[in-house]
């Protein structure tokens, strides 16, 4: 279709939105994360931290009403439910889904489209996705909630609980900490054996050939984003506890958040009741697949399935509103930089016009949008695309799901932001998410050097 026409049709689908079904909101303890997030030590462990009861919402926000009011009022969430809509009709894209917080509570969480451009199922609010590089964010809190219970600490070694563990630089493997993996600072080259892995090897073997692995920086020296070194973390999780990595997961985490519908693995989402389908791009249009083992082989890189409710939770957990689960100075550790990534403001449009600066934390992005602190990650698998955003000093977060590889969506959630912090001038669903490119979102897809790090596969999370 001409790019005249595409936009013409958002513009007409804006005006005839679509009905998908809404989910319910529950109120949680109103209690946000304030002020900037100090940078943490590497080597500071969390001491652990009583848990404090879940405040009742409606008493706590009782006495900031109007200020809640005009921030809510500031989104035009029915705005963005309508954009939504438009991305998939047509068949623009097959299926989405959208959750926005705020305050503790969920403003919208609702599916739009279909599930399988074979069998049209709707999608809604329970329907699961794929989260690829989403599910770091979970390797990362599952091994703070560890530390927050004093049995691992920030800078434990690798190799005492891995001590097969090699690198080429000898002594190197000694070196590298629980927060050097979850940081992407292991030392070597960017997505180191990716490819290999897309090719089906299997976890194991490839985490002993790091041992003759390039390596450009000693360990914690230099940033290099990883999917097979980075689920060691899986490693050191089942040593400290004695349970499988994605059992602890699903007891620490899922069970208490309520993420009823959220798995490991693809027996986890073939499992599911009703699971969105991968779809790429053929001459007849999208392409329904069965999903990919291999990344599901790295469970903390790339392992999560979930489904907007559930993502909804998890950004009400680390928005604070949970502290039963994530005490505020967890989160305040998870979120903080640790290391530059300055390729990032390089990117698409909204990433040059937006970002002031990037770094990576512990299994989350942090940026700088226009002034603003934005606490970010992306991902992206064979026909699933994904991306989640906290905007902690207006208590916001946002996460889209979508289950092909369009760009199409990848513009509503800078939109969002913009809105929320008032900024003008951007126009992020238009030209720059219209043209059918799969890169204006993920950064670090290109420039891999062959036989150690990822070609640019559609089966790379970012």
């Known amino acids: 279709m001409k790019e005249h026409m595409i936009k013409v049709g958002l513009r007409t689908a ?33 001491s652990p931290i009583p848990t404090a009861p879940i405040a009742n919402a409606a008493a706590t926000a009782a006495g900031n009403t109007s200020a809640a009011s005009l921030d809510v009022a500031r989104l035009d969430v029915a705005r963005f439910e309508a954009i939504a809509s438009a991305l998939v009709a047509n068949g623009r894209i097959p299926g989405m889904a959208m959750a926005i917080v705020k305050n503790g509570q969920v403003l919208s969480a609702r599916g739009y489209g279909i599930t399988d451009v074979r069998d049209p199922q709707p999608v809604d609010a329970h329907t699961v996705f794929r989260l690829a590089s989403l599910s770091k964010s979970f390797a990362a809190t599952m091994t703070g909630i560890l530390v927050n219970d004093g049995v691992l600490r920030w800078d434990s070694h690798l190799t005492d609980y891995v001590p097969s563990f090699q690198l080429s630089q000898p002594g190197a493997a000694q070196e590298v900490t629980v927060a050097d993996l979850l940081s992407h600072r292991v030392g070597l080259t960017r997505n180191a054996f990716d490819r290999d892995l897309e090719g089906n090897a299997d976890y194991h073997s490839l985490t002993m050939r790091l041992a003759n692995a390039p390596m450009t920086c000693a360990p914690g020296q230099c940033y290099a984003y990883q999917n097979v070194a980075f689920s060691l973390i899986g490693d050191i999780v089942f040593a400290t506890t004695g349970k499988f990595y994605s059992e602890s997961v699903a007891s620490r985490i899922f069970k208490p958040l309520g993420m009823h519908d959220a798995s490991y693995g693809l027996e986890g ?64 550790t998870l979120h903080a930089p640790l290391v530059t990534t300055p390729t990032e403001i390089h990117g698409n449009s909204w990433r040059r016009a937006r970002l002031n600066s990037a770094s990576y934390a512990l299994g989350w992005r942090d940026y700088n949008y226009s002034g603003h602190n934005v606490v970010f990650h992306g991902g992206a698998v064979q026909g699933y695309r994904g ?34 912090l008032g900024l003008t001038g951007g126009q992020w669903l238009d030209d720059d998410t219209m043209d059918g490119s799969e890169d204006v979102l993920y950064a670090e897809r290109n420039g891999t050097p062959a036989g150690v790090s990822s070609s640019k596969a559609k089966a790379s999370p970012p």
């Not at 939105?17 to 109103?30: F, I, K, N, R, Y």
């Not at 604070?320 to 967890?330: E, I, K, S």
């Open 14 to 46: 804006l005006l005839t939105t679509l009905l998908p079904l809404a989910l319910g909101s529950t109120a949680q303890d109103v209690n946000p994360l304030h002020g900037a997030i100090a940078r943490p030590q590497a080597s500071a462990a969390l």
């Open 387 to 420: 991306m989640m955003a906290m905007l902690p000093e207006q208590d916001l977060g946002v996460v889209i799901l979508w289950n092909s590889e369009s760009a199409l969506p990848s513009g509503l959630l800078p939109t969002i932001l913009d809105s929320a």
């Open 269 to 332: 989402i073939e499992a599911s009741g009703r699971w969105a389908k991968p779809h790429v791009r053929g001459r007849g249009g999208w392409v329904a697949l069965m999903p990919k083992p291999n990344y599901y082989r790295v469970a903390p890189a790339a392992g999560v399935n979930a489904s907007i409710s559930d993502m909804a939770q998890w950004l009400i957990a680390h928005t604070g509103h949970r502290p039963d689960v994530l005490p505020a100075p967890l989160l305040a």
